[in-house]
C-alpha cells in the first residue's frame, strides 16, 4: 500500500506512519506530498487540505491518504453531530470538507479512486502516545477538562511531557517514532479512550485491507 500522510508536522507524520503499519499489521510505503505547505495547523486547513488531497490523487501513485489534526480546544465529536452543519467539532469539518473535494474529483484513468482516513487527536497527538501511562487521557477525560473540569492534564503538559521544554525539531521526530512504536503494540487501548477520533479512523484504514 502507497500512503500519503497529512499532519501537523513531520514528527506527526512519521509517528502517523508507524501507526497505520500497526493497524495493518504489514509495511507500507510512504508517498511524499507533491505540494509546498504555506502554513500548517487547523488555521490552513480550509485552504491547505483541498491542495493535498487534490496533488496527492492526480499526481501521486498513493492510494490511500491519512489526514489527522488535533482538537485542540474545539469540541470533541460525538455521533449526533451528524447532520448538523453548525458543530464547531473539527472530525465533522475533515468529513465535510474531504466529501466535498472528493466529489470534485474527475475519474483517474485505469486507477482506483484514493481512499482517504482522517482522524481527530484530543486534544492533541501526544495524548494518544501517552494512553496507558499514569496520565488519565481520553476522550471522556478532555469532554470533563472542556466543562471545566482539573483533570491532570492540559496541552501544554501533554506536549512537555513527551518532548520536554522546546524541543530540537529533528528531536521531536525521533521522540515521535519511539512513541508511535510503543504505542503500536497497545491499540485495543487507545481505542478504547479515544473512540471517535482514533477508532473510527483505524476501522477505516483496517477496511483497506484486502
Ligand atoms: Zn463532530
Given at each position: ?118 482522524g481527530v487527536a484530543v486534544p492533541a497527538i501526544e495524548a494518544w502516545y501517552l494512553c496507558g501511562t499514569k496520565i488519565p487521557v481520553g476522550e ?71
Amino acid at each position: 500500500m502507497r500512503i500519503t500522510i497529512f499532519s501537523e508536522s513531520s514528527a506527526d507524520e512519521a509517528a502517523l506512519k508507524i501507526l497505520v503499519e500497526g493497524i495493518l499489521g504489514e509495511k507500507v510505503e510512504e508517498e511524499p506530498r507533491k505540494n509546498k505547505l504555506r502554513s500548517r495547523g487547523f488555521a490552513s486547513v480550509e485552504n491547505e487540505l483541498p491542495v493535498v488531497i487534490k496533488s496527492t490523487y492526480y499526481n501521486t501513485d498513493a492510494d490511500s491518504l491519512i489526514v489527522v489534526y488535533d482538537s485542540d480546544d474545539e469540541p470533541v465529536h460525538e455521533k449526533k453531530h451528524y447532520g448538523n452543519e453548525a458543530e464547531k467539532c473539527r472530525l465533522c469539518f475533515l468529513q465535510r470538507k474531504i466529501s466535498e473535494v472528493v466529489k470534485s474529483l474527475k475519474p483517474r484513468p485505469e486507477r482506483n479512486s484514493l481512499k482517504i482516513a482522517f482522524g481527530v487527536a484530543v486534544p492533541a497527538i501526544e495524548a494518544w502516545y501517552l494512553c496507558g501511562t499514569k496520565i488519565p487521557v481520553g476522550e471522556e477525560s478532555w469532554k470533563r477538562k472542556l466543562k471545566g473540569e482539573k483533570v491532570g492534564y492540559d496541552r501544554t503538559s501533554l506536549k512537555e511531557e513527551i518532548y520536554g521544554v522546546r524541543p530540537f525539531r529533528q528531536k521531536q521526530i525521533e521522540t515521535a517514532i519511539k512513541e508511535a512504536k510503543k504505542l503500536a503494540q497497545n491499540l485495543e487501548l487507545l481505542e478504547e479512550k479515544f473512540p471517535e477520533g482514533f477508532s473510527i479512523f483505524a476501522n477505516e484504514i483496517r477496511s483497506w485491507k484486502q
